[in-house]
Structure formats: structure tokens, C-alpha cells
T-cell receptor, first 113, second 113 residues
Framework: ETGVTQSPTHLIKTRGQQVTLRCSSQ?????VSWYQQALGQGPQFIFQ???????GRGNFPPRFSGLQFPNYSSELNVNALELDDSALYLC????????????FGEGSRLTVL | DQQVKQNSPSLSVQEGRISILNCDYT??????FLWYKKYPAEGPTFLIS?????DKNEDGRFTVFLNKSAKHLSLHIVPSQPGDSAVYFC????????????FGKGTRLHILP
């Protein structure tokens, strides 16, 4: 059974740039959720994708967008990066929409300078 | 508006003793509660959960207690072991609404030798 994998693990961008983070869900899982974890905070829900459709969104501006592909892998795109976007971005997969156990990847650490 | 609160940023416990991590929530619609454990440079991993129809769930050294009237839950670890040193996140969701999981800020547990 393949777990959740994320890439890249670390990256540095400058303010105003755009970034794409990638996530491969655990085998058999059709739902992907993205979370942002700032330093000293808990994971904050960004959005969730179920069968290629966005299903629920947290309190994040439209410059945070995403995609889910037919193989259930997913991308998180952030445009016009701001310094406050510096955080650990966590992808989690699950089977179906039930809000139960999530399986997290190791995260992508984004630093915006 | 923080719906899931972990008011203790850190906790130190002697090895072999009981560790008690606390969590409060404000949304009475939450019906499913989870604890996640996170080591540095890793994603959170699921530890234990409890449905609102129960007041206790036990899994080996880990027990979660739920007090719905007080909107409070706690995680007991006994006996505490060095490998338990990690950040613990309390989380909640509305399973009956297929809703997103909301996380607290976390409590860093240090197990002292």
C-alpha cells in the first residue's frame, strides 16, 4: 500500500511569484484535502477535492486554487505569493467524503521571501 | 474563531507516568473527534478517535474521554514512553454532514527520562 506523497518537500519563492505543490493520494483513496500549517499553529483547512470536484473550502482567498486528476492525485496552486503564505502545506487523502481519519503526507515547506 | 482549542502549548511528563492532554471545542454540532500525533519533519498520523455517542474509547496505552456537556475531551497516555514525545493535535468534525476536520493548535508533549 502506497502512502501519501508530496513534492517538493522544500521550496523557496519570492513575493508575487506563483507555486504549484503536488500530492499523490494513498492507493484506493478518492478524496484529497489540503491544509496549511503556519508555525506554532494547527493545520488550517484550505479545500477538499472529491472525484475531481472541489467539495468544501476554508477561509482562504481565491489565489489558492487546486485540481484533482482522474487518478486522484492533486495539485495546490498559490498565485501572487505573500510573506504570510510561508508555511507547511499538508495533503491528506481519505476514502470518500466521510470526515473520519485522514492520511497525511510529510508536507511541502514553502518559504516566501 | 477557534472552534477547537488546546490551551496548553506544551506538557512535560516523567517516563512511566500518565500524560493527559486536554482539548475544548465550541461547536456543539461536532460529532466526531480525533487525535493526531506529529513528529518533526513528518505529517500528522492518526492516533485515536471517538464518536459523540460514546464517552470513552481505549486503544492500548491510549484512551480518549469525551464530556459532551462540557464540550471537552482528553487524551490519556499510560504509561508514557520516550517515543510519545511529539506534538498532539485534537481535531473535530461533523461526520453526519461529511464536513471538514478542524484542528486545534497542538500540544507539544515532552517525556522526561
Amino acid at each position: 500500500e502506497t502512502g501519501v506523497t508530496q513534492s517538493p518537500t522544500h521550496l523557496i519563492k519570492t513575493r508575487g511569484q506563483q507555486v504549484t505543490l503536488r500530492c499523490s493520494s494513498q492507493s484506493g483513496h478518492n478524496t484529497v484535502s489540503w491544509y496549511q500549517q503556519a508555525l506554532g499553529q494547527g493545520p488550517q483547512f484550505i479545500f477538499q477535492y472529491y472525484r475531481e470536484e472541489e467539495n468544501g473550502r476554508g477561509n482562504f482567498p481565491p489565489r489558492f486554487s487546486g485540481l484533482q486528476f482522474p487518478n486522484y492525485s492533486s495539485e495546490l496552486n498559490v498565485n501572487a505569493l505573500e510573506l504570510d503564505d510561508s508555511a507547511l502545506y499538508l495533503c491528506a487523502s481519505s476514502l470518500g467524503l466521510a470526515s473520519g481519519e485522514l492520511f497525511f503526507g510529510e508536507g511541502s515547506r514553502l518559504t516566501v521571501l | 474563531d477557534q472552534q477547537v482549542k488546546q490551551n496548553s502549548p506544551s506538557l512535560s511528563v516523567q517516563e512511566g507516568r500518565i500524560s493527559i492532554l486536554n482539548c475544548d471545542y465550541t461547536n456543539s454540532m461536532f460529532d466526531y473527534f480525533l487525535w493526531y500525533k506529529k513528529y518533526p519533519a513528518e505529517g500528522p498520523t492518526f492516533l485515536i478517535s471517538i464518536s459523540s455517542i460514546k464517552d470513552k474509547n481505549e486503544d492500548g496505552r491510549f484512551t480518549v474521554f469525551l464530556n459532551k456537556s462540557a464540550k471537552h475531551l482528553s487524551l490519556h497516555i499510560v504509561p508514557s514512553q520516550p517515543g510519545d514525545s511529539a506534538v498532539y493535535f485534537c481535531a473535530a468534525s461533523r461526520m453526519n454532514r461529511d464536513d471538514k476536520i478542524i484542528f486545534g493548535k497542538g500540544t507539544r508533549l515532552h517525556i522526561l527520562p
